[in-house]
């Protein structure tokens, strides 16, 4: 029995170990815009539906590759402000249409 759970544990620390470690930069500026107020005094998170802005791989609309953004689906959801994707080399796909964004920030995104 205690083999087992010996090698359960192995197995969990191992895993946590390998889990995807996103971009501190990348994940800073978005929550620097998730975290932004719109004219309902709802955050930008709060209007996407992002529950917890500390697992970012659960956000809604979010893709993310190897520890960096591939791609946002935030389509028609009314999200204001502005938001900085600057040098976010591995972005691929953006869809922004529909929203009510003052400015989009895309320099450096060779992939875009």
């Known amino acids: 029995m205690k083999k087992v759970l010996f090698i359960s544990l192995l197995i969990f620390v ?13 994940l800073k500026q978005l ?3 998730l975290f932004q107020i ?3 005094n709802k ?3 709060q209007i ?6 500390n697992n970012p791989s659960s956000w809604q609309g979010v893709e993310w590759s190897n520890g960096h953004l591939k791609s946002i689906m935030w389509r028609g959801l009314s999200i204001e402000g502005e938001l900085n994707l600057s040098n976010m080399v591995y972005l691929q796909n953006v869809d ?5 964004l003052t400015k989009i920030n895309v320099s450096g995104c060779s992939n875009l």
Do not use: C, M, P, W
Not at 14 to 25: E, L
Not at 48 to 53: F, T, V
Not at 96 to 100: A, I, T
């Open 43 to 45: 955050t930008n998170a």
């Open 96 to 100: 922004l249409s529909r929203n009510k």
């Open 31 to 33: 929550k620097t815009f």
């Open 14 to 26: 191992v895993t946590s170990i390998n889990a995807q470690q996103i971009d501190k930069n990348e």
């Open 38 to 40: 719109s004219h309902s």
């Open 48 to 53: 996407i539906g992002i529950k917890d802005l």
